[in-house]
T-cell receptor, first 113, second 110 residues
Framework: DTAVSQTPKYLVTQMGNDKSIKCEQN?????MYWYKQDSKKFLKIMFS???????INETVPNRFSPKSPDKAHLNLHINSLELGDSAVYFC????????????FGPGTRLTVT | QKEVEQDPGPLSVPEGAIVSLNCTYS??????FMWYRQYSRKGPELLMY????GNKEDGRFTAQVDKSSKYISLFIRDSQPSDSATYLC??????????FGEGTQLTVNP
């Protein structure tokens, strides 16, 4: 059983399109995160939800909108995609907010052409 | 200046070598220090965790924290080809988000 799963694994799309990435965790954790990893492997947090409540909202363009329908799911919707959005997006979860041990999904490799 | 600095490498060593990976940081409030390992095309996974200063050993891995120098290290003894991965340091203050280093890409050659 996959602990943290993401769909899709790969996403290739054109500039200006809108796309969504879905994440689910079956670990019973309270907190979920979205990270962006650029081509240099630099991992940067974007958002975090604790029990469906937004607790971290880093400086991210408004085109990115997270949504947590329940504490096991965290989705990321991106409007008007730009070339600079190309990256690997990782979902993660932890038992409690801001735990040092976070469990990462396999990542979604987004390529904007 | 980035809060956490890590040499991205790449670092290539022969099997059996001792590997030393390092990070420096600028925020003296950091108290929790982690090393994550990321295999190619996979998500990061927690490898070691240390609170405040000192050493921690787990099998072939040793994590060291020197808060006076704002410097942390991960040592891998008797390195194996299966250790080939990107190693990311991460740290945080009490109650804050994780701040990651850029990651060091390590290759252990058989």
């Amino acid at each position: 059983d996959t602990a943290v799963s993401q769909t899709p694994k790969y996403l290739v799309t054109q500039m200006g399109n809108d796309k969504s990435i879905k994440c689910e965790q079956n670990l019973g954790h309270d907190t979920m995160y979205w990270y962006k990893q650029d081509s240099k492997k630099f991992l940067k947090i974007m958002f975090s939800y604790n029990n469906k409540e937004l607790i971290i909202n880093e400086t991210v363009p408004n085109r990115f909108s997270p949504k947590s329908p329940d504490k096991a799911h965290l989705n990321l919707h991106i409007n008007s995609l730009e070339l600079g959005d190309s990256a690997v997006y990782f979902c993660a979860s932890s038992p409690r907010a801001l735990d040092y041990e976070q469990y990462f999904g396999p990542g979604t490799r987004l390529t904007v052409t | 200046q980035k809060e956490v600095e890590q040499d991205p490498g790449p670092l290539s060593v022969p099997e059996g070598a001792i590997v030393s990976l390092n990070c420096t940081y600028s925020n003296s409030a950091f108290q929790y220090f982690m090393w994550y390992r990321q295999y190619s095309r996979k998500g990061p996974e927690l490898l070691m965790y240390t609170y405040s200063s000192g050493n921690k050993e787990d099998g072939r891995f040793t994590a060291q924290v020197d808060k006076s120098s704002k410097y942390i290290s991960l040592f891998i003894r008797d390195s194996q080809p299966s250790d080939s991965a990107t190693y990311l340091c991460a740290m945080r203050t009490s109650g804050s988000r994780l701040t990651f280093g850029e990651g060091t890409q390590l290759t252990v050659n058989p």
